[in-house]
């Protein structure tokens, strides 16, 4: 089914419901992470390609917008089982093509054919409401308001290199299920994945035009796709920086933005330390540490913090490192660029003393997992992300020091708490900047029907399922204003 997506390795884009190359003649080399071998070529789209992405959606928007909410819902359940029978196909382009772990590439996969059914399934359930007018002094009862709920037009959804498949699906299912048109911008690297996803959006059913997606560069084409006028929402996930710019460069289009994060574990004097451990090493290194929701930094009361770090250490040396086919949990890195950031916060960790527990060994892009212990807050790894596999360790004197260094952070995607006293969790919980907190478990997004958001520069607007269907929709009140007929009919 995949067949028309390319010619010869060379990936096309979906333009009103064709698989089309680019005008513009350039095509992007998409090398593998793991061995730098070609995964394939993508297009370089024009500025002018660009437009009419935008245009067809907008012309296919109101023939979408027109569908039954179950006739749309009919296509995301295909479009589920799809991407289920292709599992396994996908899953291999995403691990060769983003270097994740082969297992971890396949349930994102599954991940997302469970997202887009309970979208789907979620879709249908999303009701307007009536409202009386009397509870204002001055209005009376037979002023009505019908509110329904109304899609917003065209969606412009860009997603990360780190989940192409999941967090573009995430973008797209609910758009589509609030009746908007997609114009879908995937990372570069990681559009192979993404195409095929498009694809079986198309294979499911999906009107031309409904979906279109644009590849090329953000550096060169991404401004140029975001002022386009006829765009009426951006939802974005990727980096502060890149999402800051986004909101700078626009004007008055509604924006989702799932930035950047520096999620921090607090570990209590109390606390189960051998379950901390295992879920402070799951959390930080699971695909090398290349995720929003990674623990980013460890804030442990000094009394245990000798026992934490030898057991967080024990377990980081069991990691295996390599190949993602081979199911290594620390694979390559993105690129060698992100490669070369995260060793300059390990030097500078080091120039300013910190304790190198293990690690601070390269192979190129392939980083070993690297724990810091006795890091200080003048350190730029106790405040910068990483998006790789080093965690620092910052010991604290109280609570009250670990919940400071928490919030005194830029960022507010989630924090995890691990402690016995459900009394202090909640109290911490309280307290602390961020968008969710974890009690006794690692930091991460899923179940994706729980509320998913960061605070500060951790983005903006709420996405998990329903909520990102509302986040996508709008309300429309229709008001009716009766005739007073008191004098005609009566209670009885
Ligand atoms: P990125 O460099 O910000 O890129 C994200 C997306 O934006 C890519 O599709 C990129 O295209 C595109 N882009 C770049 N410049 C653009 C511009 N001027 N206009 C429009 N689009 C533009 O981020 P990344 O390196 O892919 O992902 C890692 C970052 O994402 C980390 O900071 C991580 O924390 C964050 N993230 C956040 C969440 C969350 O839910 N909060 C989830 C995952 C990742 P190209 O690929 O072509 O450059
Ligand atoms: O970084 C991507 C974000 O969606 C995280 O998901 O499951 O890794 O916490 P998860």
Redesign the pocket.
Known sequence: MFNEIQDNNCYKNLLNGKWVTSDSEKTISIKSPIDDKEVGNIQAMTKEEVDIAVLDAKNAYPIWADKSVSERADVIHKAASILEENADEIAEILAKEIAKDIKSAKSEVIRTVDFMRFTADEGKRIQGETLQGDGFHGFSKNKIAFVTREPLGVVLA??????PVN?SASKIAPALMAGNSVVF??????SISALHLARVFQEAGLPDGVLNTIT????EI??Y??TNPNINLIN????????K??SEITSMVPMIM????KDAAIVLEDAELDHAATNIVKGAFSYSG????ALKRVLVLENIADELVELIVEQVSKLQVGNPFDNATITPL?NNKAANFVQELIDDALNKNATLKIGNKREKNLLYPTVFDNVTTDMRIAWE?P?GPVLPIIRVKSIDEAVDIANDSEYG?QSSIFTNDIDDAFHIARLLEVGTVQINNKTE?GPDHFP?L?VKS??MGT?GIRYSIEAMSRPKAIVVNLRERSDKVTDK
Do not use: A, M
């Open positions: 860009i997603s990360p290199f780190n989940y967090l911008k995937p990372p570069t690297q990681g090329g560069k953000g550096s991404g401004d796709i975001i974005f996930t990727g980096s502060s920086e890149v999402g710019h986004i799932e930035l950047g994060g290349q995720r929003c929701t993105i992300e998006f995607l997004r998913f960061g951790s983005g996405q």
